[in-house]
């Protein structure tokens, strides 16, 4: 088993859609968890950390379900601009493991 | 004002060669590290290094060798360069290790012909 598995992708979706992004993680030690986004041929950017307790960012709302080891990504109301690979990363101990991510295409 | 410099951006050599990777970071974090990307888009930690100490060395070809001048830069020396070195490779920092979030430089982007 991985030990941070995303849903396969790509999600293809029009704008205004809800879409919600599925993690796994199978380190019950892990102690961080974020949600990156990567663009084409660029670096990945930091979307949000996710806590316990559940986060919201404007259209995006991350949670985080510890018992399970399972992390989620809503996103409400797609932009074009949200197209993009999104990521989902654990750290544990010293490391970071990076998810495989999962493509999403906006579409108009 | 660049948080996470890597240079060069892209490097394109021949087998065989020798090359290195510059990365610079101006945010004050004590951890820096070291992703290859490849073909299949997976990023997976290279090295890390905290306050120039290495910390995590992943299971990587002895032919990549990284060096901490400063807390501030990590180089990526690479030799005898093969087919299958071909990747991008960022460059990341974190405040202090993995309970904060990394901030990556914008990728060297290597082939090897």
């Known amino acids: 088993r991985k030990e941070v598995e995303q849903d396969p992708g790509p999600f293809n979706v029009p704008e205004g859609a809800t879409v919600a992004f599925n993690c796994t993680y199978s380190?019950?030690?892990?102690?961080?968890f974020f949600w990156y986004r990567q663009d084409c041929r660029k670096e990945p950017k930091l979307l949000m950390s996710v806590y316990s307790s559940g986060n919201e960012d404007g259209r995006f709302t991350a949670q985080l379900n510890r018992a399970s080891q399972y992390i989620s990504l809503l996103i409400r109301d797609s932009k074009l601009s949200d197209s993009a690979t999104y990521l989902c990363?654990?750290?544990?101990?010293?490391?970071?493991?990076f998810g495989p991510g999962t493509r999403l295409s906006v579409l108009p | 004002d660049t948080a996470v410099s890597q240079t060069p951006k892209y490097l394109v050599t021949q087998m065989g060669n020798d090359k290195s990777i510059k990365c610079e970071q101006n945010l004050g974090h004590d951890t820096m590290y070291w992703y290859k990307q490849d073909s299949k888009k997976f990023l997976k930690i290279m090295f890390s290094?905290?306050?120039?100490?290495?910390?995590i060395n992943e299971t990587v070809p002895n032919r990549f060798s990284p060096k901490s001048p400063d807390k501030a830069h990590l180089n990526l020396h690479i030799n005898s360069l093969e087919l299958g070195d071909s990747a991008v490779y960022f460059c990341a920092s974190s405040q202090d290790g993995t309970a904060y979030e990394q901030y990556f430089g914008p990728g060297t982007r290597l082939t090897v012909t």
């Open positions: 990363v654990v750290g544990y101990g010293q490391n970071f493991v």
């Open positions: 290094y905290n306050n120039k100490e290495l910390i």
């Open positions: 380190n019950s030690a892990s102690q961080s």
